[in-house]
């Protein structure tokens, strides 16, 4: 297999070829660590490139293999992570100045759940500085590239996340979403990437951004490696007091079940309102394609989530400024200017400013869990537009000119309030051959049904076959 | 983020809240976009009729 094949093949599709010791864990790591080198300086998607050490752990993984030591699906699949989840000993910037010379005294728990499964850590990759944007343009390394344009944008916040994984210089990666920072570069990058529920994956050493909305999840070329990227960093973490002691199920078992009879609730508010022509057409398609498939659909009513956004950056405002309370204070000068001009907001956000967000969290939160007692998941854009341009600050939509981080994390701050489960699939393309999202949203603990539903739509297209150029 | 209609002096008083933060020109321009956002969104939450719901919390979160 050539290289450049083998750096495409799926996350199942290289565990399957190293269990059979067609390919080595030496092999793979060595063809993405080269691809990397040679295509990274277009897209500027990773902070650290850890070469030696993965090749340390590369070897370590074929001898253990050879041995009859296989652990499991992701045994010697090289990975990289948002650079906001603690490595020991590695650096670990949050895409920041301040954090250059931070290196962690210990890994982080879902970190340490990759290593116990075998999967080698080729890097840490370039975000939105300390996870706070949507465009991934603000970082210590300069802005992340699209790989489908580099001309424009990734999303973000975790934007080298996907534009590694997009470009086959990974086989997975980690994000974290906060008001959709998986979900947003997943569209816009043509991936998959899967914010599971709050409570669902231990947030123990990763940067965070705002605790009551902090998730951390897969982001993968296939639905099918999501689950199985799931499957290892899911579950209760003694040192995450948020996390649950619900059981894990099998997210790959679920996969296949059929969905004859699901039940898909399309919004009849807010989601399909001021929607790119195209990212319109394609939703709709997705959900003819899924009506097609088996699946039923029901309208459903969530005139909340209009507010969504603006009770989520309240209360990420308010989070993040107690945060980053002593850092404004000894490095103002070291943050880029829009995210310090964001922490600096939320100075002003007061106590009651931030109760009465949480408040309408609850009605927005209860408002979507009734909904989701008549249908299995709800189904939206993800993104009401394709990729910006890099330095593109306003964009036009349903005959209204807006900011580019209000339009492109408008949709997804809904999930993060109610803390459901919520993924972004490829389901489209634009005239200039962008990728678009498909949002599904379930039941709190239900990742296995947004997986199914999600997989049963990807078995039926080809979108997330599409490469981009490199 | 919208575009910003605040003058600097305006900018400049909601500044002095800021506690103990001293800020350069260059640094309040930044923010003036940012505190238009906070306004709007502020403005969004008073305008809704919220009952008598009490504050979220995600411990609570659960499953099927």
Partial sequence: MEASELCYTSLRGLATLIQRQEVSPVEATQAVVDRVEKFDRQLNSFITLQRDEAMLQARAAEQEICAGGYRGPLHGIPIAVKDLFYTKGNQTTAGSKILRDFKPAYDATVISKLHDAGAILIGKLNMHEFARGATNMSSLIGACNNPWDTLRMPGGSSGGSAAAVAAGLCFGSLGSDTGGSIRIPAALCGIVGLKPTYGRVSRHGVFPLSWSLDHVGPMTRTVADAALMLQVIAGHDRHDPTTRTAVVPDYSVALTRDIEGARLGIPQEFYFEQLDAEVRDSVRAAIQTLERAGAQVEEVSLPLSKYAAAAGRIISLAESAEIHEQFLKTHMADYTPDVRAGLLAGQLVLGKHYLKAQRLRSLIRQEMAAALRRVDVLVTPTVPIPAPRIGQTMVDIGHETVDITWALSRLTHPANLAGFPAISVPCGSSLGELPIGLQLIGRPFAEATVLQLAYAYEQETTWHQRRPMF | ?64
Avoid: N, R, W, Y
Wanted: glycine share 8%.
């Fill in chain 2, 1 to 64: 983020m919208t575009a910003t209609t605040l003058s600097p002096q305006t900018i400049g008083e909601m500044v002095s809240k800021l506690g103990g933060l001293a800020l350069s020109p260059s640094e309040l321009e930044e923010l003036a976009p940012h505190l238009e956002t906070l306004f709007s969104d502020l403005q969004t939450l008073t305008s809704i009729d919220l009952g008598e719901v009490e504050p979220e919390t995600l411990f609570d979160v659960q499953g099927e």
